[in-house]
């Protein structure tokens, strides 16, 4: 639940703050929507599933972010960062997917 | 509890991440929460969705809290969970913001793009319907007719009647007198240099043209294209016709040729005048007529075959050249000549 309120109130920050995003920044944006998307999937997951833990959440969170800017920038210092967030993308998106399904089996036996 | 669990180990990378997509940690963490709990209560069936927001067997068992099926959340572990919750809503929303934003200016920019396609296509149907208007009205025969007079006026082959400045030039009275004996010495250079010579008519001749005249004859011979203004000896020669003092340039042009003169033609009479002493004149008359040129005549072009008829009022014949207003006096039996005209340093312009 609490996580939930977070969400709620980081968005409405968001929209009421309007931050611009700086250039450095642009290329980790997709990166850092797809992990918090991934974030929020897994976690509605497991707490579908009945295994939902607050540390659990917030350490994969903050690695899986850190990893993935991380794998960016090192792509962005080698000229292939936007081949690799592409990967980042894939690998998260895939997750994301899964664990839609696995969602909506649970919701829905189907 | 851990129903849709039953997938066998599979193996690495990509296919990893698709078979478990959801984080192990969320598995091993409530597998020690539950044996926990099993050990201390006995009872392993606790519902499904009561086990969220609980750190605590995480960090390991409780004495105190032995049989609470809920265990109370950490405040740390609150704190954080809300954090990230917050990052994760305010990237989400800034995310969409900027794509909002570029989106809006992609519209803006499309929009101006539209805006000059669509001028730009205005633009080309004026165009295209005057090119369509001005294709339609070609030209006419009158044009065309204008055009020849036009043509046949600059070329000098008709006589020209405007508005006009004659410029008269004559020898100084110096130069007069002792002309029957040229050749006494020490008569020379007073008297040869208030003759008027063949430079000097060139020179007005020039100005004239420069001033924007559009047509000029000497003592009736008029200036064309092929027409010189040359010397032999002591007389000057017109299109090979040797001319007799005094000398009349006649100028048509526009009605402010007289002032258009004056600047640099007016200075060079003033010098003729009050350097070697001749006689210079000029007059502004308001209507003066140019006779036509005489040496118009075809060298190498002939007439197409199937031609009707060429302009009529051009002077084909050589037997009735246009006459003069004012004839030169000793002037009896022109002398037409046929061959190529050197070419004279008649300026045409500026």
Known sequence: MIPVIGLVVGVVLGLVLQPTVPLWAQPYLPIAVIAALDAVFGGLRAV????????????SFLSNTVVAALIVFLGDQLGVGAQLSTGVVVVLGVRIFSNVAAIRRLLFGA | ???????????????????????????????????????????SSKAPGESKASGESGEGPRPDEAGAVRPRPRPGHVAGSLAVGLVIGLVLATSGLASDRTRSSLRERRAALVERVEASQADVDALTARASALRGAGPTAADSR?????????????PLTGPGLVVTLDDAPAALAPAPAP???GAGDAAESGR?????????????????????AVNGQRLTATSSIRFAGRAILVGYRPLARPYEIGAVGPADLAARFEPRGGVYLDELRTAFGARVGTAAVARLTLPAGTL??????????GAVDGPEQWPRAPASPATPPAPSPGETSPSRARSTPVPTPKGSAS
Request: no cysteine; charged share 20%.
């Open chain 1, 48 to 59: 579908l599933d009945g295994v939902f833990s607050d540390r659990v959440f917030v350490v």
């Open chain 2, 1 to 43: 509890m851990s129903r849709s669990r039953s997938h066998a180990p599979v193996p690495v990378g990509l296919l990893e991440a698709l078979a478990e997509p959801l984080d192990p940690g969320y598995e091993a963490v409530h597998r020690v929460r539950s044996t926990a709990h099993a050990a201390r209560a006995g009872s």
């Open chain 2, 146 to 158: 204008s055009a020849d007079a036009r043509l046949a006026e600059a070329a000098g082959a008709v």
């Open chain 2, 183 to 185: 050749d006494a010495p």
């Open chain 2, 196 to 216: 008027i010579v063949a430079r000097d008519v060139a020179q007005v001749a020039n100005e004239l043209w420069a001033a924007g005249a559009t047509g000029v």
């Open chain 2, 296 to 305: 118009l005549d075809l060298d190498h072009a002939a007439p197409a075959p």
